[in-house]
């Protein structure tokens, strides 16, 4: 499930992040524009869930095989 949904934020990240630096302004996939922003935005928010979630999964791992 982990490795799934790292490669659609990885997917993810080439359209929210980097795909949109080569297009032209005016452009909807824009970087400056309204829709690009609020993308990004919401990139970095299931980012930070994402490792957050496998943390908290393998560090409970790690501390459970300790007890």
């Known amino acids: 499930m982990f490795i799934g949904a790292g490669l659609l934020l990885s997917l993810n990240c080439w359209l929210v ?3 949109p ?7 909807i996939c824009h970087v400056d524009s309204p829709l690009m922003r609020v993308n990004r ?7 930070v869930v994402y490792l957050i979630a496998v943390g ?3 560090g ?4 459970l095989e300790r007890m």
């Open 17 to 19: 992040v980097i795909r």
């Open 21 to 27: 630096r080569r297009c032209a302004p005016g452009e």
């Open 41 to 47: 935005r919401v990139w970095w928010v299931s980012a």
């Open 56 to 58: 908290l999964t393998y």
């Open 60 to 63: 409970a791992m790690f501390v």
